[in-house]
């Protein structure tokens, strides 16, 4: 259950299904998420529920402390959050299972009808749904239409795929032969992370339901606002109940969904701490996952780049969704001729970022996700200073000029000048809006020190040499490079991580293989050789 602060017969609420209901119920003119930001006192609760399975918005049946959920970009409080229980992920569950039979026994093309509406639905209601995901996670609202996007053409992809799949034909002596079946694995589990809510629901449930999967998802509790919004999307799309279901909650929900005996897969989002106990919880029940972890990119300039592309290329690796992007290539490798250079241009392009108000088309910076995401950023950067570090720029609490925002959690994107590589804010993930410059003089040096971390989420480089570009591509021990850009994750391409970034892809046809089993089947057309 969801308790939505608001004020008089004006109030909305924080998803499009719920201003729309309130509008019936009132009377009173649909609004939208920028309303929010003019309410002030007299407050009065809505309360509408965030769970959906079986069709509908479910309550939940646990007695559990309601949390508070904040508005990163004014600080209030946004809603209450009530974590489902044990009782709730059962019946969420339950739902799934009944929805499998249906969904799984539709022909690709039937499948694709729906999820072709449901991105039709989306592309629709872009503008509502972004405007949610602003007041969800205090993104800037032109990144947020992108993240709607990248939601709707990856649902349009997957239903592409869903006709396509399709076995082997293997002959053999005597004219026995055999074939391969490519089946659904069943319900699979979805926990998603904060930093992209509503694209990470799709990413996570368009090839599962390509395959013929179910999906029980479970959001991020700092942002667990757009993620129903998709699930009434698919169910007015035609989806059976149960196709696609959404239960509240933190640690000790996703531990239910990762136990659950019906539970066939796991497909998580989040930090390496956490992926490891998700793969641990799976292991028991000895059932596949997909984790998409941490990374500490690197991005490497060598000196005959277009230095001008380079720049933009490393504002794109770094402050994108106020640098809360797990592929982001912060350790940012200069060589050193353009080292100053390079860093002048930055540091200009850096301070002109405008901050403020997400729901501004002229807003480049929103707010950080949380009060206490916002510190862990900032001590980072106050501990680089420790170590030696030079601010070039940035790195402080920031407070925009309108009183609603001033309890907002903002901060001033931050360049880091004088790193070395044994430095905490180069050996750790911030996630926050912070660039590392280093230097470097070989191509043989910088391959060494990119590669010197236990990750591989991504990597990164900008060269006009097309020989270097694809021999320091081969080197880098990561699982999406980028050539002269940056932060550029199509539909179509498979995403993912090596080593400690993760197993398995996000995205392309390979994932496909990720949420199906394959069956093979011996068919004999002779006698049998008996040896007995």
Not at 56 to 72: C, F, H, I, L, T
Not at 387 to 406: H, N, Q, Y
Not at 409 to 423: E, H, K
Request: aromatic share 6%; with cysteine.
């Amino acid at each position: 259950m969801m308790k939505v602060i608001g004020a008089t017969e004006s109030n909305g609420a924080t998803t499009l299904k719920m201003l729309q209901r309130l509008h019936v119920l009132l009377r009173a003119a649909p609004l939208s998420a920028a309303a929010l930001r003019s309410l002030s006192s007299g407050y009065a609760s809505v309360t509408a529920p965030l769970n959906f399975w079986g069709g509908k918005r479910r309550a939940s049946k646990e007695r559990n402390y309601g949390e508070n959920v904040y508005e990163p970009a004014t600080g209030r409080v946004l809603c209450t959050l009530d974590p489902c229980g044990p009782s709730d992920v059962e019946q969420a569950v339950e739902a799934a299972k009944s929805a499998f039979g249906p969904w799984s026994k539709m022909s690709g093309m039937e499948r694709a009808r729906v999820m072709i509406e449901a991105a039709l639905i989306i592309q629709k209601r872009r503008e509502d749904i972004a405007e949610m995901e602003v007041v969800n996670n205090g993104k800037s609202i032109t990144e947020a239409r992108l993240d709607v996007d990248s939601a709707r053409l990856c649902i349009e992809y997957y239903a592409g795929l869903s006709n396509t799949l399709a076995g082997q034909h293997v002959q053999l002596p005597g004219g026995s032969f055999a074939y391969t079946r490519r089946e659904p694995l069943g319900v699979c589990v979805g926990i998603g992370a904060w930093n992209y809510p509503f694209q990470i629901a799709a990413w996570k449930s368009a090839p599962a339901l390509a395959c013929g999967n179910t999906v029980v998802f479970k959001p991020s509790p700092v942002t667990p606002v757009t993620a129903v919004t998709l699930a009434e999307i698919y169910a007015e799309a035609g989806a059976p109940e149960g196709l696609f279901n959404v239960v509240q909650g933190g640690q000790e929900t996703g531990s239910l969904l990762c136990h659950h005996p019906d539970v066939a897969k796991v497909s998580f989002t989040g930090s390496v701490s956490t992926g490891q106990k998700i793969m641990e919880m799976a292991s028991k029940g000895v059932k596949p996952v997909t984790l998409e972890l941490g990374g500490k990119s690197p991005l490497l300039i060598f000196e005959d780049s277009d230095l001008e592309n380079a720049v933009r290329g490393a504002l794109m690796a770094n402050f994108l969704s106020q640098g809360q992007v797990c592929s982001n290539g912060t350790r940012v490798f200069v060589q050193g001729h353009i080292l100053h250079e390079f860093v002048d241009k930055v540091v200009k392009r850096t301070q002109a970022i405008e901050i403020g108000d997400p729901l501004l088309e002229s807003t480049r910076m929103g707010a950080l996700v949380s009060r206490p995401h916002l510190d862990k950023v900032l001590a980072f950067v106050a501990q680089a200073k420790e170590e030696g570090a030079t601010v070039l720029c940035g790195g402080d609490p920031f407070v925009p000029s309108d009183p609603k925002l001033r309890r907002g959690y903002y901060m001033t994107p931050c360049v880091l000048s004088n790193c070395r590589d044994d430095m905490t804010c180069v050996r750790e993930e911030i996630f926050g809006p912070v660039m590392s410059v280093l230097s470097f003089d070989t191509e043989e040096e910088v391959l060494q020190r990119a590669n010197d971390t236990a990750m591989g989420l991504a990597a990164g480089l900008f060269t006009r040499d097309v020989k270097r570009a694809h021999r320091v591509t081969e080197h880098l021990k990561a699982g999406s490079c980028f050539i002269n850009n940056y932060n550029i994750t199509p539909v179509e391409v498979p995403f993912g991580g090596f080593k400690m970034s993760g197993i398995g892809r996000e995205n392309g046809q390979v994932t496909i293989e990720h949420y199906s089993q394959l069956k093979t089947v011996y068919v004999e057309m002779g006698d049998v050789d008996c040896l007995f």
